[in-house]
C-alpha cells in the first residue's frame, strides 16, 4: 500500500533544517515546540490559579493532558453530527473551552461566545492551519501527521491585553541547545527511513501493537521555544502553503467521487482530512485498503482516553456514537 498519512519527512525540507533563513514570528505570535505547548501557556497565563476548561470529548488525548498541565480541570463537552462542540449543551459556568476544530471543520465562536461569555476561548487548529485567528488564543500544529508535517512545532496567536502575560512566560521557556537539535534531526532521518515505503508498513503494524498495549496516555508535557532548525523549515515551506491547501482540496473533491452517499462526507476549510459516516468504519476502512488507499480510525479511543481525565460514560454522547462511525481519508498526497 502506498503510505498517504503524511508522517514522513522529505530530504529537501531536511536540508533546510541546517540551511535557510529561520522564520521570524508576527506580532502575536509565539514559536513552540507543541501546539499543546500553547494550550498550557494560554491556560496559565489566562487561569493562574487553575479553573474549569471545556475540552471536546472526541479528541485527541493532548488536549486534556494539557488542561492537566496547566493546572486545571477538563470538563467534556458534546459535539454535534457535523464535528462541531454542541453550543446549547455547553455549561455556562466554564472558566476556558479549547474549541478544538476538528479535521479543519470550523466552529461559530461568535455562537460560543454568547452561550459562555466569561470563558476564555482558546481555538485548537491543530488541524487547521490556514484558518483565522480567533477567540482570545488560537494554537496551530506543525508536527508529524499534521499539515505541514515538519517533524515537531507549533504556534500560538493571541491578540490584545494578553500579550503581556504570554511574553512573560514566553520568555522563561527554554531553547533549544545544539546537542538538543542535533538529537531531533537524527531522530527525524530515522523517523525518515521508518515510515519510507519500504519499512511503512512492519513500522505501522509495530505501532498498532504498542498503542492497544498502552495503559496510560496522562504526561508531563515538555515545553520549549520551537527549535531553530525547524524554523528554517517552516520558513522556506511557507511559499507553498497555499499551493498545498489548493492541491487538498482538490483531492478532497475526488474523494467526494467515490463515495456514494455525499451527505456523509465533511471536510474543513482546508481540506486536511476528509472525514466519512458510516455506520461500520473498520469495514469501509478495509474497502479503502483494497484499492490502496491507506485511511485511518482517528480517536476512535477517545472516550477511554476521557474516562483517564475523569469523563463518565453518558455525558456525550453524539461523540461516543461517532466514535465508532468515522472514517479519515488523508488528503495531502495525490490521489
Keep these: 500500500m502506498k503510505p498517504r498519512l503524511n508522517v514522513s519527512f522529505p530530504t529537501l525540507r531536511q536540508l533546510c533544517y541546517w540551511y535557510g533563513q529561520q522564520y521570524e514570528p508576527q506580532e502575536g505570535e509565539y514559536l513552540l515546540n507543541h501546539a499543546r505547548t500553547g494550550i498550557v501557556m494560554a491556560l496559565r497565563s489566562a487561569l493562574p490559579n487553575g479553573g474549569r476548561v471545556g475540552v471536546v470529548a472526541y479528541n485527541c488525548h493532548t488536549v486534556a493532558n494539557a488542561v492537566v498541565n496547566a493546572g486545571c480541570e477538563p470538563i467534556f463537552v458534546d459535539i454535534t453530527g457535523e464535528l462541531r462542540v454542541d453550543v446549547p449543551s455547553l455549561p455556562k459556568n466554564l472558566d476556558a473551552i479549547v474549541v478544538t476544530n476538528l479535521f479543519g471543520i470550523r466552529n461559530d465562536i461568535a455562537a460560543i461566545r454568547k452561550q459562555c461569555p466569561k470563558a476564555i476561548i482558546i481555538v485548537d487548529n491543530a488541524h487547521g492551519y490556514g484558518l483565522p485567528v480567533e477567540g482570545d488564543f488560537a494554537v496551530y500544529s506543525i508536527n508529524q501527521g499534521k499539515f505541514p508535517a515538519l517533524g515537531e512545532g507549533g504556534v500560538l496567536c493571541t491578540i490584545g ?3 503581556l502575560k504570554i511574553e512573560n512566560l514566553y520568555k522563561d521557556l527554554p531553547s533549544y541547545g545544539f546537542v538538543a537539535q542535533v538529537k531531533l534531526f537524527v ?11 519500504l519499512c511503512y508498513r512492519l513500522v505501522m503494524k509495530i505501532k498498532g501493537l504498542r498503542e492497544l498495549k498502552s495503559e496510560s496516555i496522562k504526561e508531563t508535557i515538555t515545553m520549549r521555544k520551537m527549535a531553530p532548525g525547524i524554523r528554517r523549515m517552516y520558513k522556506a515551506w511557507l511559499p507553498n502553503a497555499e499551493t498545498e491547501i489548493a492541491k487538498q482540496k482538490r483531492n478532497a473533491e475526488q474523494i467526494g467521487h467515490w463515495i456514494s452517499d455525499n451527505g456523509n462526507l465533511m471536510v474543513g476549510e482546508n481540506a486536511f482530512m476528509a472525514v ?3 455506520e461500520d468504519s473498520e469495514a469501509l476502512k478495509k474497502e479503502f485498503a483494497e484499492i490502496g488507499v491507506e485511511t ?3 480517536f476512535k479511543n477517545a472516550i477511554v ?7 463518565k460514560k453518558g455525558t456525550c454522547p453524539k461523540a461516543e456514537e461517532l466514535t465508532q462511525k468515522l472514517l479519515m481519508i488523508p488528503t495531502y498526497r495525490a490521489i
Design 161 to 163: 491585553d494578553w500579550k
Design 187 to 197: 531522530s527525524m532521518l530515522v523517523k525518515a527511513i521508518a515510515y519510507s515505503r
Design 276 to 278: 466519512v459516516k458510516c
Design 296 to 298: 485511518e480510525t482517528h
Design 305 to 311: 482516553w476521557a474516562e483517564q481525565f475523569g469523563y
